[in-house]
């Protein structure tokens, strides 16, 4: 594989997305890679308890900029470290897929994506991000399991060991 000219980093605003973004940022630099940061807003999120059904259009383009203004945050700090950034925020059902259209429309040469370290019931429930990205994205996917997701699924799978055990 050639070095990449385009690294896509998905941010979710999380401490793993953020560990997988610094990682992200170091290939890029090391590469002379631009890195394009992608967020996806949910197409309709639940709404908080006080938005109105009839305010969720407004709800949803708040929520666009939200993550705009953050994402902005995050290109100007990879600019001051001499990193070429960009953002884009996509808006999906499937924030799986969303992320894989992204990639191939911008032609991105590798993916650096966090998985949150779910397992058992949780991951059944909640389904996986990285996972879809890694079955279907046509470009390299690098996984990076934060320390912080680890240290969870470890503590969920001891404490269903020892209620088991009781």
């Known amino acids: 594989m050639l070095p990449p000219s385009l690294i896509l ?5 999380s401490d793993p997305s953020h560990e997988a973004l610094d990682t992200a940022a170091a290939l890029a630099s090391r590469f002379g890679s631009e890195l394009l940061l992608a967020h996806v807003v949910p197409v309709v999120p639940k709404l908080p308890s ?3 059904i009839f305010k969720e259009g407004e709800y949803e383009r708040a929520l ?4 705009e ?3 902005a945050g995050l290109v100007k700090m990879c600019a001051e470290k001499g990193i070429r950034a960009r953002s884009v925020v996509g808006l ?3 924030v799986g897929m969303e992320l894989i259209r992204t990639a191939e429309h911008e032609g991105v040469d590798l993916i650096v994506i966090a998985t949150h370290g ?5 991951r059944l429930a909640f389904g996986s991000v990285t996972e879809k990205v890694v079955r279907a994205a046509s470009s390299p996917v690098l996984v990076l399991r934060s320390q912080a997701g680890f240290e969870t699924a ?3 799978a001891q404490s269903s060991s020892v209620a088991a055990s009781k």
Request: aromatic share 8%.
């Open 9 to 13: 980093s998905p941010i979710d605003f």
């Open 50 to 52: 006080g938005v109105s």
């Open 64 to 67: 666009i900029q939200d993550a």
């Open 69 to 71: 203004i953050r994402l």
């Open 92 to 94: 999906a059902n499937d």
């Open 118 to 122: 779910m397992t058992g019931w949780r």
């Open 154 to 156: 470890e503590a969920s």
